[in-house]
């Protein structure tokens, strides 16, 4: 097995296991030491969080195929699939994604920060629900915030916002707010952000939960 060591360490032990952890900023090396190990004959799970295609690992390895040796492309490479941080969160405050939505990481490691801008305008401006991955890190603090900024040039402050951290684990902690009250502090590496459309709107139920949902319909 075969992963970022947080993630491996929530994997039951099974007798005759090897597990190779590693740091989350390594996933390149990662994905070749695996597929080095499934060359040599070894039966190879890369653990991921989420969906392993959704900002994690599938992409890495299948790079990796691509600019490693020829032999890496007769490897039997099977991609699970899971429930992505997005998914997990919807399901628990209610259906935020229902309509057209983007998915966009602020992290600027493996890309420049003037295409997020870019994309974070372009998502504004053709008013899709969003999903923020990575969007705050010890060395990244001020992107957030200025990713709000851009987001309240094109939506109102009553826009529905989703602060989710650690759902399914024991500490999860999940905040509704809205684009104008939403304070960039309260996140941080393991948080997810969804921020509603035009259209998004917040649902108050007789057992005094509250819901947030995008209707299927548009502009009606």
């Known amino acids: 097995m075969v992963g970022y060591q947080r993630y491996l ?65 007769s490897l039997d490479i099977r991609i699970v699939p899971g429930v992505s941080a997005m998914q997990a969160v919807a399901a628990r405050i209610g259906a935020p994604l229902g309509h057209d939505f983007c998915v966009l990481s602020l992290s600027d490691r493996l890309k420049p920060w003037e295409v997020i801008v870019k994309r974070l305008h372009a998502v ?14 010890s060395e990244r603090k001020w992107q957030l915030a200025e990713a709000q900024a851009i987001l309240a040039g094109y939506r109102g402050p009553e826009t529905p916002v989703v602060l989710a951290r650690a759902v399914g684990r024991s500490d999860e902690k999940i905040m509704i707010t ?43």
């Open 9 to 73: 360490d929530r994997v039951p032990l099974r007798s005759g296991q090897r597990r190779f952890g590693s740091d989350n900023k390594v996933e390149a090396e990662r994905a070749r030491h695996a597929l080095s190990l499934a060359e040599s004959g070894r039966r190879v799970c890369v653990v991921s969080s989420g969906d392993p295609g959704i900002f994690a690992m599938a992409s890495a390895v299948l790079e990796s195929v691509d600019q490693g040796p020829e032999v890496w492309r």
């Open 178 to 220: 809205d684009l104008g009250r939403f304070d960039p502090g309260l996140a941080d590496m393991q948080t997810l952000i969804l921020v509603g459309s035009s259209t998004t709107r917040s649902l108050a139920l007789s057992d005094h939960r509250e819901m947030i949902y995008t209707p299927r319909t548009y502009g009606v």
């Open 124 to 137: 504004a401006s053709a008013d899709f629900a969003l999903a923020i991955y990575n969007p705050i890190s």
